[in-house]
């Protein structure tokens, strides 16, 4: 009797190990689809009116005459969090992350997926998120404009 009580707490015991704990803290990147049973109708505007959410296909038509490495420059803004950890590596590898999904702007979603937590995922994306690939440069060169003004969402 003593032994099954005490497996009992051991059991509890480990399932309650800083470790897993710390594993479940770590936000991860999980692709636009993962947000569409909460936010169907952010979701299907979206993906019906952003360019963004169809951006690979920008790399794949332009990939002619480029470089593996030009190619891989373009997927800093074409695509989900290349280069951090969890986000896009390849097509084949990370195929939910291949475009430049809702997690570009809000941020890293596993955490508020799991919990539902709002407080786990940027709510209020302000333009200065749109600089790090809607630079002066290319909105002149490319003539877009971010998404925050497109009314996708």
């Not at 990370?94 to 508020?112: I, Q, S």
Request: positive net charge.
């Amino acid at each position: 009797m003593k032994i099954k009580k005490w497996h009992g707490i051991l059991v509890v015991f480990l399932l309650s190990w800083p470790a897993g704990a710390e594993q479940q803290k770590t936000n991860t990147y999980v692709g636009s689809a993962s947000c569409r049973s909460c936010h169907e109708k952010q979701y299907e505007s979206f993906m019906n009116h952003a360019r963004k959410s169809r951006s690979f296909e920008s790399v794949q038509k332009m990939k002619k005459g480029l470089t593996d490495d030009e190619i891989r420059e373009c997927y800093s803004c074409h695509t989900t969090a290349y280069g951090k950890k969890g986000g896009f590596i390849d097509p084949a590898q990370t195929p939910e992350l291949k475009n430049a999904g809702c997690e570009v702007c809000h941020g890293p979603g596993k955490l508020h997926v799991d919990t539902q937590d709002s407080s786990q995922i940027i709510r209020n994306v302000t333009i200065d998120s749109c600089r790090n690939c809607h630079t002066e440069d290319r909105v002149n060169a490319f003539r877009y404009k971010p998404t925050i003004y497109a009314g996708s969402h």
